[in-house]
């Protein structure tokens, strides 16, 4: 188990979608909650989390002091204004790991104490139901035992992989963000089944069942996915009729706009900028 198996304590700095949904899937993957801590920047969010998930609510100065992993997920935006609290009180054998967008480990490596091990994740909001994508990149004084401790955690709660650093931005913009594309297609195509008259809730049904089968398949099957959309494209049939539509509007240069943009805003957010 990531923490309590080997005694260590993990602290999230910053407790709100990505750090609570990590959380609660530590925990649901059998961490001891007695060696979670959460920080939060208003106290009744803090004493609410501790309520929820049975962990201790405490400062950030005292999860440095006390968590030998410290799990950032404040916003980028946010960052700055919590490393200038916070760097004073980390001494360099705790292992920082940010979850944040864009920041590079050198940005965090430049506001710590010498040495301090740093690394940088990208996970996914599906950690909630232990089908999350984390993607790991090590700073200059991570060592395989500090990347192999990050695998621990993120791996409890989905699939991590490792990447080289350069590649960080490109992959929060698939699959950091890879998520919210799909809610949008989902929302989208439950809209179409209104304008086709059926009622919402049957059209979410089949949309939502359509897209898990259509996941499953993709993930299992080992085909290509363009086998597996031929497969249902039949000769002048409905399929062919809608993909023309799709193609029409451009909608795959959207996606490859879409992800440049998100790849790029990424980059933007490397200072923790606006
Ligand atoms: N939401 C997502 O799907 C993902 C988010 N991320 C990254 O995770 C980070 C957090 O994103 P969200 O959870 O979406 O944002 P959020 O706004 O829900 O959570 C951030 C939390 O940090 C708290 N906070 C801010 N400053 C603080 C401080 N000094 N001390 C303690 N707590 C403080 C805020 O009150 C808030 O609860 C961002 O850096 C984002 O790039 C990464 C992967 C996916
Ligand atoms: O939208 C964002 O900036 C964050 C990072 C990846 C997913 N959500």
Redesign the pocket.
């Known amino acids: 188990m990531p923490s309590s198996a080997s005694g260590q304590k993990i602290a999230f700095?910053?407790?709100?979608?990505?750090?609570?949904?990590l959380l609660s899937g530590l925990l649901r993957a059998g961490t001891d909650p007695a060696d979670v801590l959460v920080?939060?920047?208003?106290p009744e969010?803090a004493a609410e989390l501790a309520e929820r998930h049975g962990v201790t609510a405490v400062t950030?100065a005292e999860a440095a002091k006390l968590a030998d992993t410290l799990i950032?997920?404040?916003?980028?935006q946010?960052?700055g204004?919590?490393l200038e609290?916070?760097a004073p009180h980390v001494a360099p054998d705790r292992l920082v790991v940010?979850?944040?967008?864009?920041?590079p480990t050198a940005w965090f490596e430049e506001r710590l104490a010498a040495g301090t091990p740093v690394v940088r994740?990208?996970?996914?909001?599906p950690v909630l139901v232990d089908e999350g994508m984390s993607v790991i990149s090590g700073g200059s004084h991570a060592s395989e035992a500090h990347l192999e401790r990050t695998e621990a955690i993120f791996r409890s709660v989905g699939k991590a992989i490792r990447l080289p650093e350069a590649q960080q931005d490109a992959a929060?913009a698939l699959s950091?963000?890879g998520?919210?594309y799909f809610y949008f297609l989902v929302e989208a195509m439950t809209d179409a089944g209104i304008l086709l008259g059926l009622p919402r809730q049957v059209a979410h049904d089949l949309i939502v069942q359509s897209a898990i089968g259509a996941s499953i398949m993709l993930r299992d099957s080992g085909e290509h996915p363009v086998k597996l959309r031929e497969a249902v494209t039949s000769p002048a049939g409905t399929t062919i009729a809608a993909i023309r539509e799709l193609e029409n509007h451009g909608v795959r240069a959207a996606l490859l706009g879409a992800l440049e943009a998100a790849r790029d805003r990424s980059r933007e957010?490397a200072g923790g900028g606006k």
């Open positions: 700095l910053g407790t709100g979608k990505i750090g609570e949904a920080t939060a920047r208003r969010r950030n950032l997920a404040v916003k980028p946010d960052m204004t919590l609290e916070l940010s979850a944040a967008a864009g920041i994740v990208m996970p996914n909001t929060t950091g963000s998520p919210a957010l």
